[in-house]
């Protein structure tokens, strides 16, 4: 898969310890890469890099530590970084402001000056949201070219992380000065709303959904007409291994802002997806709540054409798909002790592969 480009390559993973990027752990370790992370502990029990338990070198510290960060990745020399690291939950941002722009912002600035100083790093991807954009609640999806933005301090956060990602790529890693002034290329990549096994964060749907099945208790539904563009955690990831590959390979054209979304019959409500997925586990129940809650975006929908012409990057499940896979983890795990993360990548790769798509050769 890409090219064979990962394997014993030094791939730094930042928040590791997440549910994003241990499944991004899961995939390099099956490519043969020699992965270190840097991240806090996992913030949840149980949680999915636990569960999984790769065999990895794991630095535990916080972002905003610049000494720690530059130690882990000068002692490592990585070839490629992805930058995961982050606060990513809206609901926490209204709580914890001040600690969301540090982390977002200024913990990505702590990433890109740390491997602008060390002279291994040849690809850098950062990992932002589709949340990054100036939401306008339309129907069109949003391309790269349109503006940053945010309601909430975590929207505003990535908004602000994607201008430090565009200041950096214009300044430090120029795509016209590479191979002249610099050997770095960087990326950013906005994906849509990610599910799929071992994500037990709070304030997330399908968590709570999942941990209300296991309690026997209904679901509270915040913002039942809220509409997102569902996506396996795996989609985005193919995205971002595919655009490492195109960096390492020193394709400069690949330098920039991404989006990786789903196809449009993913973009459903949450109304309609409780309702999907209690297809595949009847003890799911909900109930509507009435609470006032803190501003949470609508309507929000990407444009992945550029993606699809030219990276020839695809979606492989539908939403039905999705949501199968991902309740059937949650239904084996907390019902059996089995964990499906290894069988769910080999379907997923094994879906590709029937599509013909470019990464898997």
Known sequence: MFGGIYEKKRVLVTGHTGFKGSWLVLWLQKLGAEIAGYALPPATNPNHFSLISPDILSSLNDLRNYDALTSCITAFRPEIVFHLAAQPLVRESYLSPR????VNVQGTVNVLEACRDC???????????DKCYENRECEQGYCEADRMGGYDPYSASKGCAELVCSAYLRSFFNPADFGKKHETLLCSCRAGNVVGGGDWADDRLIPDIMRSAAAGI????????ST?????????????LSLGQKL???????????????????????????????????????????????HEAGLLKLNCSKASSLLNWHGIWNCAETFKYTVGWYRNYLENGVINSDRDL?????????????WTK
């Open 248 to 294: 390492l390979e020193g394709e400069k054209e690949f330098s920039g802002g991404w989006n990786f979304g789903p196809v449009d019959d993913a973009a459903v409500s949450v109304r309609e997806v409780t309702g999907l997925i209690k297809k595949y586990w009847p003890a799911i129940n909900y109930e509507y709540c009435n609470k006032e809650h803190p």
């Open 346 to 358: 080999d379907n997923y790769i094994s879906d590709a592969v029937k599509k013909g798509l470019e």
């Open 119 to 129: 002279d291994s790093v040849r690809a850098i991807a950062v990992i932002t949201s």
């Open 228 to 240: 997102r563009p569902w996506q396996h955690v795996l989609e985005p990831l193919s995205g971002y």
């Open 99 to 102: 600690e969301t722009f540090e």
């Open 218 to 225: 209904p679901v509270k539904l915040r913002n039942p007409d």
